[in-house]
Each structure stands twice: as structure tokens, then as C-alpha cells.
């Protein structure tokens, strides 16, 4: 049975309770429960953490190494920004997803850097909420495709 980790980044946690014309009304812990419901449909454990702080985050992704086999991230503004964490994905060896809510390549010329896509399998972005579930199931398909 697969382990998948969904790990969010800073702000995450204020989903659905303001800019919800960039962000839905959506919010995390409605996302959490959609993720929890898909996992248990496709008979795989998952767990779900947020931070806002940047070493919380790298210490999950080393924490995940031997006990999660796939990582989903939606990194937040750290996306733009963190070596540390491009580092600790690297050095985890785990299969990564990079994710966003929204199209960040529609969006202001910083968010088109990612530092995460450079160690990460693939992206998902610009689907909303949705795009979590779209993440869980590219990452049982990219599983199965190496087993
Ligand atoms: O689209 C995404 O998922 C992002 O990762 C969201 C980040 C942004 O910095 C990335 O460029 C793209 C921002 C998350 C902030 O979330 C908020 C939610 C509600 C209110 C304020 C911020």
C-alpha cells in the first residue's frame, strides 16, 4: 500500500478565508478531507501537514525518507525561493510532485522561478483544489510505472 505525503507551505493555512478571487473559497482543511476521501478510495495512507516556516518543511521532507513513498508539495512562495528545500528533495530521494492552485505562469514573472521543479517529477498547476487529487493520482501512476 502506497504513503503518499501532501506538505503545505506558508499561508497555505489561510485558504478560503481571504483573497478568494486568486484563491477559492476553498479551504485547507476542506482540501485535507477531498485528499483523505481520494486516498481512501484508491486504498493508499496519506498524511497532511502545513508550515509557514521553511525548516519545519525541510525537516518533513528528511523525515519522509523510509516511510512515505511519494511527496506531494505545494511550497507556496518558497517554490520561488528555496534552495534549502530544492536540497532537502534532492536529498530525500522520494519521488516529488510540485503543486500550485493557481496557474503560477499566468501570473507575475517571479512565481515562473521554481527552485522545487528542478528536483521534482513533475507539476500540477492552475487546476484549484482539484489539483490535489489530479496530484495523487499522477503520483500512483508515476509509482506504478517504476515498480
Ligand atoms: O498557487 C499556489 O498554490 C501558490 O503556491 C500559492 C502561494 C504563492 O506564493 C505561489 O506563488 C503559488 C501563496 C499561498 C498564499 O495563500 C493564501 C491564501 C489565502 C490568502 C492569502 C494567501
Known amino acids: 500500500m502506497a504513503a503518499l ?5 506558508p499561508n497555505l493555512n489561510l485558504l478560503g478565508t481571504r483573497q478568494p478571487e486568486v484563491y477559492g473559497t476553498t479551504t485547507l482543511a ?3 478531507r477531498a485528499c483523505r476521501d481520494h486516498a481512501q478510495s484508491r486504498g493508499i ?3 497532511f501537514a502545513q508550515s509557514n516556516h521553511e525548516g519545519a518543511l525541510i525537516d518533513a ?4 525518507r523510509g ?3 511519494g511527496i506531494i508539495l505545494n511550497a507556496g512562495a ?3 525561493t528555496s534552495v534549502a528545500l530544492m536540497d532537502a528533495i534532492f536529498s530525500a530521494e522520494i519521488p516529488t510532485i510540485e503543486l500550485h492552485l493557481s496557474n ?3 501570473r507575475e514573472p517571479f512565481r515562473h522561478q521554481s527552485y522545487i521543479a528542478k ?4 507539476i500540477i498547476c492552475g487546476f484549484g483544489a482539484r489539483g490535489y487529487t489530479l496530484a495523487i493520482d499522477a503520483m500512483l501512476g508515476h509509482l506504478e510505472a517504476r515498480a
Do not use: S
Open 45 to 47: 495512507t496519506l498524511d
Open 61 to 64: 521532507i528528511h523525515a519522509a
Open 104 to 106: 503560477v505562469h499566468a
Open 119 to 122: 528536483a521534482a517529477v513533475g
Open 78 to 80: 518558497y517554490t520561488h
Open 30 to 32: 476542506d482540501i485535507e
Open 5 to 9: 505525503l501532501i506538505l503545505n507551505g
Open 67 to 69: 516511510t512515505f513513498d
